[in-house]
């Protein structure tokens, strides 16, 4: 069974610092998604990473994908309130067409 | 543009009836999966739909839960004889064609179950 970890699970910070989010696997993935989720709402794509050891800038947000493709992750900086919600990576297989494997999700608070 | 719309956006039933939740995927999209959220977490798969066919039910947790689509659009998840522990949100998500394409979801149903 192939899984995505998630680390960490839980994260409470204040205004302006920076954190990092960890998505780990044991399995090669051909691609890899980042989704925020806002309360009362359904995840929302921020980006797709496919080559191994790219990375990818969203304003203050950067992805990264190993360069074995197994493991990604997201920084964020100089962390806002607006940017609270639930981070979700999902993983597409590599080889046949299979469906997205999620992890489980980080769950950020940033607190004025 | 219309994306993904679900209903009812709450539903609140009593332990034992049927509940039907609706999806409309967004036009055009061939792939359609339902999910389930509990408060704060992951998602947990249930289904996905290639046009009218289920190629993956794997993640229906018991024979209370079935679901099917319509003219490649329209899907209903529907929960038999419901528990309490079937509370949840219940996204449904689409996508162009293939299953690790984005997925745009909808906003959730969510179920309780007193």
């Known amino acids: 069974t192939q899984l995505l970890e998630q680390s960490p699970q839980f994260l409470s910070i204040q205004e302006g610092e920076n954190l990092t989010v960890y998505c780990n696997s044991s399995?090669?993935?051909?691609?890899l998604q980042w989704y925020r989720q806002e309360p009362g709402e359904g995840p929302v794509l921020l980006v797709t990473?496919?080559?191994g050891g790219e990375v990818k800038k969203l304003k203050r947000l950067t992805f990264q994908f190993g360069d074995a493709r197994k493991d990604s992750s997201l920084h964020i900086t100089a962390a806002q309130p607006g940017d609270t919600g639930l981070y979700l990576c999902?993983?597409?297989?590599?080889?046949?067409?299979?469906?997205?494997?999620w992890g489980l999700g980080t769950s950020l608070a940033v607190n004025p | 543009g219309a994306g993904v719309s679900q209903s009812p956006s709450n539903k609140v039933t009593e332990k034992g009836k049927d509940v039907e939740l609706r999806c409309d995927p967004i036009?055009?999209?061939?792939?359609l999966y339902w999910y389930r959220q509990s408060l704060g977490q992951g998602l947990e798969f249930l289904i996905y739909?290639?046009?009218?066919?289920?190629?993956?039910k794997s993640g229906l947790p018991s024979d209370r839960f079935s679901a099917e689509r319509t003219g490649g659009s329209v899907s209903t998840l529907t929960i038999q004889r419901t528990q309490q522990e079937d509370s949840a949100v219940y996204l449904c998500?689409?996508?162009?064609?293939?299953?690790?394409?984005?997925?745009?979801f909808g906003p959730g149903t969510r179920l309780t179950v007193l």
């Open positions: 998500a689409s996508s162009r064609g293939y299953s690790t394409d984005e997925q745009f």
């Open positions: 036009s055009g999209h061939t792939a």
């Open positions: 739909f290639q046009g009218n066919s289920a190629p993956d």
């Open positions: 399995s090669v993935f051909s691609s």
């Open positions: 990473v496919v080559t």
């Open positions: 999902a993983g597409a297989p590599a080889g046949n067409n299979r469906k997205l494997i």
